[in-house]
């Protein structure tokens, strides 16, 4: 069963630090996401890619907060410096870009951060 | 930048009972509309997706109806059971990447 992998699943540091998560998308899936998950906001997209080229990433706090995929297996979420408010879960998920039905995503379990 | 509205927050349904849940969208758009479920500590899990040019579509208890000129759809659980207690999340396809806007979700509720 093909499936998005996230790590770290829990992460709770102090505030100033710099945190990492990595997402291991789908085989085969071109487009990778990233959301950000908080009581009271819900769901936000932070960034996008596809075929590894961030498409948009207006949902980031640009100052702090950045995207990456090295490659086709792995992309990254990276917080510099971390801040209380940044304390939520984040989630990966992967898609198969370019025909309809494409925009059905598969998630990954999400990294809980907080941030102290 | 698409937006979605659902409704209601909350949904406590007894077992057996029917599940009703609403969204509206605003901008018209072509790709799959998809409903998720979440449990706590998972992630967001497909349930069921509908393409805009259909009116309904049916998966064993799961239901989604579909009103393009109305910019809305619902899901709808019939035989609700207590193992279907989640949250869901209706979505929308937007922009060039067809990426999705999620509704603000709905905790559902089945009582014993």
């Known amino acids: 069963d093909a499936r998005v992998t996230q790590t770290p699943r829990h992460k709770v540091t102090e505030m100033g630090q710099e945190v990492t998560m990595r997402c291991q998308p789908i085989?085969?899936?071109?487009?990778v996401f990233w959301y950000r998950q908080t009581m009271m906001q819900g769901l936000e997209l932070l960034a996008y890619?596809?075929?590894?080229?961030?498409?948009?990433d207006s949902g980031m706090p640009k100052d702090r907060f950045s995207a990456e995929m090295p490659d086709a297996t792995l992309a990254t979420l990276k917080i510099q410096p971390s801040e209380p408010r940044d304390s939520a879960v984040y989630f990966c998920?992967?898609?198969?870009?370019?025909?309809?039905?494409?925009?059905?995503?598969?998630f990954g379990a999400g990294s809980r951060l907080t941030v102290l | 930048q698409q937006q979605v509205k659902q409704s209601p927050q909350s949904l406590i349904v007894q077992k057996g009972g029917i599940s009703i849940i609403n969204c509206a969208y605003e901008?018209?758009?072509?790709?799959?509309f998809p409903w998720y479920q979440q449990f706590p500590g998972k992630g967001p899990a497909l349930l069921i997706a509908i393409r805009p040019d259909v009116s309904e579509k049916k998966e064993g208890r799961f239901t989604i109806s579909f009103n393009k000129s109305a910019k809305q759809f619902s899901l709808h659980i019939m035989d609700s059971q207590p193992g279907d207690s989640a949250t869901y999340f209706c979505?929308?396809?937007?922009?060039?990447?067809?990426?999705?806007?999620f509704g603000s979700g709905t905790q559902l509720t089945v009582l014993p």
């Open positions: 085989l085969g899936h071109n487009t």
């Open positions: 890619f596809r075929n590894r080229a961030p498409l948009d």
């Open positions: 901008n018209t758009a072509f790709d799959y």
């Open positions: 998920a992967s898609g198969l870009g370019g025909s309809q039905g494409a925009n059905v995503l598969t």
């Open positions: 979505a929308a396809p937007s922009g060039s990447a067809r990426q999705l806007t």
